[in-house]
């Protein structure tokens, strides 16, 4: 039973960060569409948490829809906050 789950921890950590180039440009995208008026210079966390969440949801099984909605929401969440609460 033990060897199971090494070699399923084994299989993840292999595929952890797995994405292409094409899965770039579409978060890229929905980047763009999810700032719309608002793009600050350094939103690139909010970027990053955005990205991260759309892809746990394409790992998921998710469609690409709730993925986008997914990556927006998530986008303009951190924006809204950042802006509340500046550093």
């Given at each position: 039973?033990?060897?199971?789950?090494?070699?399923?921890?084994?299989?993840?950590?292999?595929?952890?960060?797995?994405?292409?180039?094409?899965?770039?440009?579409?978060?890229?995208?929905?980047?763009?569409?999810?700032?719309?008026?608002?793009?600050?210079?350094?939103?690139?966390?909010?970027?990053?948490?955005?990205?991260?969440?759309?892809?746990?949801?394409r790992?998921?099984?998710?469609?690409?829809?709730?993925?986008?909605?997914?990556?927006?929401?998530?986008?303009?969440?951190?924006?809204?906050?950042?802006a509340?609460?500046?550093?």
């Amino acid at each position: 039973m033990a060897m199971k789950w090494i070699f399923l921890a084994s299989v993840l950590s292999l595929l952890t960060g797995c994405t292409t180039n094409a899965d770039d440009q579409s978060l890229s995208a929905m980047s763009e569409q999810a700032a719309g008026h608002y793009i600050s210079p350094d939103d690139s966390y909010c970027r990053d948490v955005a990205r991260q969440r759309a892809a746990d949801a394409r790992a998921n099984g998710y469609s690409l829809e709730l993925e986008t909605s997914i990556f927006q929401g998530t986008y303009r969440d951190c924006i809204t906050r950042a802006a509340q609460h500046p550093n």
